[in-house]
């Protein structure tokens, strides 16, 4: 695993953890980027290009670890959720530092940011 991950056609997500339990194998596997998906399979889910879009994206800059009440824990201070436009924040409500990544639309609000933003990190 971890040499596809250094070819850069895996990234592998860990919970953050810093004693043993950190060697375990990983929370998620996901393909490097989401062209490669679509090498593999002709309509990949929606669900799957988000999370593999943010993650290739943010990866870049920050320390990204999986989340117990979400789906990404950042620099060990930030939550995000991810999802399409009518995501709501129940998931996140009792969390500080925490935001809702939603694809299809333009313009963020509150709490709420557009993925296309995270491009821009590359």
Known sequence: MNLLKDAQLLHLLYKED?????LSKPEKIH???TNL???LVMNP???NIRETFFFNQVSQVSEVYASVPADFYVDGR???ELGGKQKK???IKNLSEA???KDNIEVGNDMHIPLWLFGFLY
């Open 89 to 91: 924040q129940k998931q």
């Open 31 to 33: 393909l490097h980027n």
């Open 37 to 39: 998906m679509y090498n």
């Open 99 to 101: 935001y809702i990544v």
């Open 78 to 80: 930030y939550t995000f």
């Open 18 to 22: 810093k004693g043993i339990n950190s």
């Open 45 to 47: 889910e929606e669900g």
